[in-house]
């Protein structure tokens, strides 16, 4: 430990307060992808892991285990590049969790980038309006986060979260997701008796979506989810955040793809139910009733607001509430400096290429794309593209 410490000290002196890492790649049974972060569009041979699983989530500079159904070994959490070796993250913090994060250790949050979207489906509804549903690239599956079900409870804290849409119609991605809509909180005059037999449909319809709240997703946009929200959220590459746990509670399956009557009960069990006796205890348990009966969209909703802009470019704010990012987008041939701040934080090359402290990053590589800045560490970001910007995310740690 001592010898790994050091080693650490020695590669941050000699990149001046910066590492690299491998970005940690989370598989989900519940949604595919739009193949962003990897080959994740279907659930078939050459796209799922050996448990049915696609690759659709990116951890960033995570120390948080990813808890599947079906679970492996370390997945979910990131390996730093510390001179010729790979290192656990949550290893390193254990000494020199100083050095990497300095008193912002318990306050780190679990950051992730959700590749989100699939094949185009058609809902299947049970109520016959005469109009056929229209067939959408499927959302993550209508769910909340209330905490772990232990001894028939949830136990606080749920998973407060937040969103921030990044933009899609520029290098190397060039997708118009024009029209992209999220499903968030409850429509006014939902009951909990229309919850409740909704969630006993778990699997066979898709008529929970139907009690939700639509929004149409635009890039620079940030949403708050605050825990015991019911949510879905729409197939738009999804920067999230949220407290370093991985709880949840599904309200409905994958959209437009009923499941099997021998497979429904295990997977309602393992996904919706969770140990908990009866859907009514779900709702109890699992739904702030007052957030998501009386839903208000100014409460939780915020365009990206601009920090400072100049010819160089801009930085705007991520997240609100008890989290914070920040957003820069730095033009062909210029560069950006932000100076120290007692807090680490961590980030992304979303798209361009340049230098970090006269270190090489580039979204293509992924040995140069995911990094930690540590505390006190002042950087600077050089575009070296003469014609793209440089856009890069970065978050720190959470308020609480």
């Known amino acids: 430990m001592a010898e790994n410490a050091q080693l650490i000290r020695d590669v941050l002196a000699k990149q001046k307060g910066v590492l690299f890492a491998r970005p940690a790649i989370v598989c989900r049974q519940m949604y595919a992808g739009r193949d962003i972060i990897a080959k994740n569009s279907k659930f078939e041979p050459g796209y799922m892991d050996n ?43 254990t000494y020199a969790g100083e050095e990497l994060l300095g008193g912002y250790i318990d306050t780190w949050p679990l950051t992730k980038l959700l590749d989100i979207g699939g094949v185009p489906v058609v809902p299947r509804y ?7 549903p229209t067939a959408e690239v499927p959302p993550i599956p209508c769910h909340v986060h209330a905490g772990e079900v232990v001894n028939g409870h949830c136990v606080p804290p749920g998973k407060s979260e937040a969103y921030f849409f990044p933009p899609t119609n520029i290098p190397p991605y060039n997708l118009d997701l024009t029209g992209t809509i999220t499903r968030l909180g409850l429509k006014p005059g939902v009951s909990k008796v229309q919850l409740v037999n909704s969630l006993n449909e778990f699997g066979k319809n898709d008529d929970l979506y139907k ?49 099997e009557s021998s497979q429904l009960d295990v997977i309602k069990a393992d996904n919706q139910m969770k140990t908990l006796p009866d859907e009514m205890t779900v709702v109890e348990e699992t739904v702030d009733w007052e957030l998501n009966s009386k839903w208000d969209k100014s409460a939780w909703f915020k365009k990206c607001d601009i920090i400072e802009q100049g010819d160089w470019g801009c930085s705007r704010q991520l ?82």
């Open 51 to 93: 448990r049915g699983y696609l690759p659709v989530e990116w951890w960033i500079m995570s120390k948080t285990h990813a808890k599947n159904p079906i679970e492996q070994e370390n997945e979910g959490i990131t390996h730093l590049f510390v001179g010729d070796e790979e290192i656990l993250f949550s290893s390193a913090l």
């Open 126 to 132: 049970t109520e016959d309006t005469g109009i056929p």
């Open 211 to 259: 009690l939700l709240n639509v929004y149409e997703v635009s890039p620079w946009e940030s949403w708050f989810i605050k825990e015991k929200a019911i949510h879905a959220p729409g197939p738009w590459p999804t920067f999230e955040i949220q407290r370093p746990q991985d709880d949840y509670n599904l309200f409905a399956w994958k959209l437009g793809a009923p499941i």
């Open 319 to 400: 997240f609100y509430h008890m989290f914070y990012g920040e957003g820069y987008v730095v033009e062909p041939g210029k560069s950006f400096k932000r100076g120290q701040d007692v807090r680490p934080f961590a980030g992304i090359v979303w798209s361009g290429v340049g230098y970090l402290n006269g270190l090489e990053i580039n979204f293509a590589n992924k040995h140069k794309r995911e990094f930690l800045i540590t505390p006190n560490t002042e950087m600077t970001f050089e575009n070296t593209d003469p014609s793209q910007q440089l856009i890069v995310f970065v978050i720190f740690p959470m308020k609480l």
